[in-house]
T-cell receptor, first 112, second 114 residues
């Protein structure tokens, strides 16, 4: 299975940008990188995904390095409600219908 | 908006009981999944389904079965519940292009087997 590496925890001040890094050095050329988050006692929430180009949606931006070995999720103006565990997901395994492999994630604490 | 609904947030059952966990999605998705999530073990895939009446085993199918009689509904069945099946159960769905379509999750069912 492809592996992803994330820092275990990060803090961010409310209103500032939160930049969450992820290393995925074993990713291959046609495999996407996905980001999810999980707020305590809730199911994981999809945030964004990308292949090569940077992506932006209403929740976040995703910056993928040119060699695709790492990416950064950016929450432009973090709020207290963004406190959660953020998961950078390795590629789907096609022969198992797209199994998600969650690592330990980064626990983001947004502080007033 | 995407909606995956699991029938119960919290459930308490006894050892040996047959337990049904229900999941409904309103997005007309072809793929549906059942995971369990335990501290330190992450998400583990139990079963998934590509289409009505189709099912595939995931990593940990033992002690579980599934049913998909309608496209929008995917049920997880614990044939004879055991304490080792105490866990958070998560249902997810995704559109057919499973390599590039995100999975959307319900809020989970926290199941306790006594």
């Amino acid at each position: 299975d492809a592996k992803t590496t994330q820092p275990p925890s990060m803090d961010c001040a409310e209103g500032r940008a939160a930049n969450l890094p992820c290393n995925h050095s074993t990713i291959s050329g046609n495999e996407y990188v996905y980001w999810y988050r999980q707020i305590h006692s809730q199911g994981p929430q999809y945030i964004i995904h990308g292949l090569k180009n940077n992506e932006t949606n209403e929740m976040a931006s995703l910056i993928i390095t040119e060699d695709r070995k790492s990416s950064t999720l950016i929450l432009p103006h973090a709020t207290l409600r963004d406190t959660a565990v953020y998961y950078c997901i390795g590629p789907f395994i096609y022969n198992q219908g797209g199994k998600l492999i969650f690592g330990q994630g980064t626990e983001l604490s947004v502080k007033p | 908006d995407v909606k995956v609904t699991q029938s119960s947030r919290y459930l308490v059952k006894r050892t040996g009981e047959k337990v049904f966990l229900e999941c409904v999605q309103d997005m007309d998705h072809e793929n549906m999944f059942w995971y369990r999530q335990d501290p330190g073990l992450g998400l583990r895939l139990i079963y998934f389904s590509y289409d009505v009446k189709m099912k595939e085993k995931g990593d940990i199918p033992e002690g579980y079965s599934v049913s998909r009689e309608k496209k929008e509904r995917f049920s997880l069945i614990l044939e004879s519940a055991s304490t080792s099946q105490t866990s958070m159960y998560l249902c997810a769905s995704s559109a057919r292009d499973r390599g590039h379509q995100p999975q959307h999750f319900g809020d989970g069912t926290r199941l306790s087997i006594l």
